[in-house]
């Protein structure tokens, strides 16, 4: 249920709209799971959702139809679409240049990063590259 929890109280206080540096982060309130959290009863209102407050954007329809089958199958539930979207590289990508850059990448930056942990590469190569820029290392001054 720790998990299940920490995924309500993520969801429960990103905006519905695509993910922003400029919203502040609050924990959720007590006793949030992701049970309670008013989600859409259609599973393809559900994806979308998720694709938006998690990643900032709309699901490729390739992902939409993966999760959407999936769903209706009854071989997915809901908690793992999001914990899956919670630990892709896409994820990991955008949260670190928020965290350290104090914005969203652009696409190439993206497409870049992504295609390095993509092609085997490591996550940590990708955060050490960010530490390294002298874009972050502006934001130190």
Do not use: C, Q
Not at 43 to 67: H, T
């Amino acid at each position: 249920m720790l998990w299940g929890g920490m995924l309500a109280g993520a969801l429960a206080v990103v905006s519905p709209g695509p993910a922003r540096a400029d919203v502040p982060w609050h924990p959720a309130p007590p006793g949030t799971t992701v049970k309670n959290l008013p989600f859409p009863r259609d599973d393809g209102a559900f994806v979308s959702m998720a694709y938006s407050r998690v990643l900032g954007r709309s699901p490729r329809k390739k992902e939409a139809a993966k999760w959407e089958g999936g769903l209706r199958s009854g071989e997915v539930k809901r908690d793992m679409v999001l914990s899956a979207l919670f630990a892709s590289d896409e994820f990991f990508v955008r949260r670190l240049f928020l965290d350290l850059l104090g914005r969203p990448p652009g696409r190439e930056e993206l497409k870049t990063r992504l295609g390095h942990l993509r092609g085997g590469g490591r996550r940590r190569a990708v955060y050490r590259n960010l530490l390294n820029s002298e874009e972050y290392r502006s934001t130190l001054r």
